[in-house]
């Protein structure tokens, strides 16, 4: 699996989270990139993952103020907090627990409110050579070697975000240790949208008012206010993107399809999100739709499908991204 998930809030909306206790919501405020990000205000956000026993996580952060305990990660098993890297709300140094109250580790030094950091934690469970590692923006900045594993829970499958006042998170990131590819630290990474801005080559979808692009394009989502709809196996509906400039000495890592979707009724219909690269179509396996809207992701592409080498800015400037009923 490698890479379980990467996510910006560049849609507008906060259903990247399995799980929303508090007030979690999509805002425009100082974003670390694109147009979005996060806020987390007297709340507790979580999102699931496949459990494992091994996984880096990153996480921009961006702390309004200092004085409280901010749990800027933690990771928990069935609700059991196994660990979790808190913002000491005197010294403003990071800590890192085990469960949920043993300090194994203080950090050198402090952060400091209204900055943007990349927090990135590599967390290992194990009785006796776990490993809980913490780099802020790239650098090794606080760490704990030992027993990880507090209680019987030999892996986690959520990663979690809370705190009693507020922070801001942005380009969310979390590989596990599988797959060969994206199987170590996540790194820098800037997530932007590239939302529809006209008609593709393809439009067989029928609109519920005006163009097929127009119901596609709306940040945050509008649910059935606008939308496009089809039941034919086989049809297509193609949208030409906005582009994005790649700015100098930086690299694009991957693309994906990201939508918001349903079906109808309850009948276990599959979707596939996908792109178009130089005149060729790329498709996911398809996912099983359920009848509210949800957050769903196509194939993420390290590389253009069709040349095998790193994306360039035409590729960009003619990108087209679609859906497709199996």
């Known amino acids: 699996m490698a890479r379980q998930f990467t996510d910006g809030a560049e849609i507008g909306d906060v259903l990247f989270w399995s799980v929303i206790a508090g007030s979690v919501t999509n ?4 974003p670390r990139s694109g147009v979005r990000t996060y806020s987390v205000s007297n709340a507790t956000g979580t999102r699931n993952i496949t459990a494992v026993a ?12 200092i004085g409280t305990v901010h749990t800027l990660f933690r990771w928990t098993k069935a609700g059991t907090v196994l660990g979790g890297v808190r913002l000491n709300a005197t ?7 085990t469960g949920t109250a043993t300090l194994v580790a203080t950090s050198a030094n402090s952060l400091l409110a209204n900055t943007w950091y990349l927090l990135e934690t590599h967390v290992k469970i194990d009785d006796s050579v776990g490993l809980i590692e913490v780099r802020i923006d790239g650098i090794d900045f606080v760490s704990f070697s030992g027993d990880t594993k507090p209680g019987a829970d030999t892996t ?25 590819v ?8 800037k997530i932007v949208m590239l939302p529809p801005s006209s008609a593709g080559d393809t439009t067989q979808w029928t609109p519920s ?36 400039t790649i700015p100098a000495n930086h ?11 349903r079906e109808e009724t309850a009948a276990g219909d599959s979707l596939q999100y996908g792109l178009k690269t130089n005149g060729v179509e790329y498709w996911d396996a398809g996912q099983a739709q359920l009848t509210s809207y949800q957050r769903y992701v196509g194939t993420r592409h390290r590389v253009n499908p069709q040349t095998l080498v790193t994306w360039i800015q035409g590729e960009l400037d003619g990108l087209q991204v679609g859906v497709k009923i199996p």
Do not use: H
């Open 54 to 65: 091994e996984g880096y996580d990153r996480r921009g952060i961006f702390m309004t103020s």
């Open 27 to 30: 805002i425009t405020t100082t």
């Open 182 to 189: 994206d199987d170590s630290w996540c790194g820098d990474g």
């Open 209 to 244: 008012a005006g163009s097929n692009w127009q119901n596609a394009d709306d940040v945050p989502p509008d649910g059935d206010t606008t939308y496009n709809s089809e039941n034919t196996s086989g049809d297509v509906d193609l949208y030409n993107t906005t582009t994005f």
């Open 91 to 97: 010294t403003a140094k990071l800590e890192i627990y």
């Open 251 to 261: 690299v694009v890592k991957s693309v994906y399809t990201e939508a918001r979707t």
């Open 156 to 180: 986690f499958d959520a990663v979690v975000a809370t705190t009693g006042i507020t922070f801001y998170l942005d380009d969310l990131a979390f590989n596990d240790t599988t797959g060969g």
